[in-house]
């Protein structure tokens, strides 16, 4: 990602300790049950992942709108 490879190696390394202990799974097993989309805006993950989640029962988090909650502002700001 651009962002981190603006940041100085310690800084860079902070940010990675942060995702991880937030996001990262401490297994195997956790991480086996998370899958991830990515691709061009428009292009119909949040639809299909939201359909996906419902048909096996899992939760569906969009990350957008995760981190403009977590961070109290839309996400152009952050960006």
């Not at 401490?26 to 991480?31: D, L, N, P, Q, T």
């Amino acid at each position: 990602m651009a962002l981190l490879e603006k940041l100085k190696p310690e800084e860079r390394r902070r940010a990675r300790a942060m995702l991880l202990e937030k996001f990262g799974a401490r297994s195997v097993e956790e991480r086996r049950g998370r899958i991830c989309a990515g691709g061009n805006a428009r292009a119909g993950k949040s639809t299909l992942g939201a359909l996906l989640a419902e048909r096996i029962g899992a939760p569906f988090i969009e990350l957008d709108r995760r981190i403009e909650q977590e961070s109290g502002v839309k996400l152009s700001a952050v960006f």
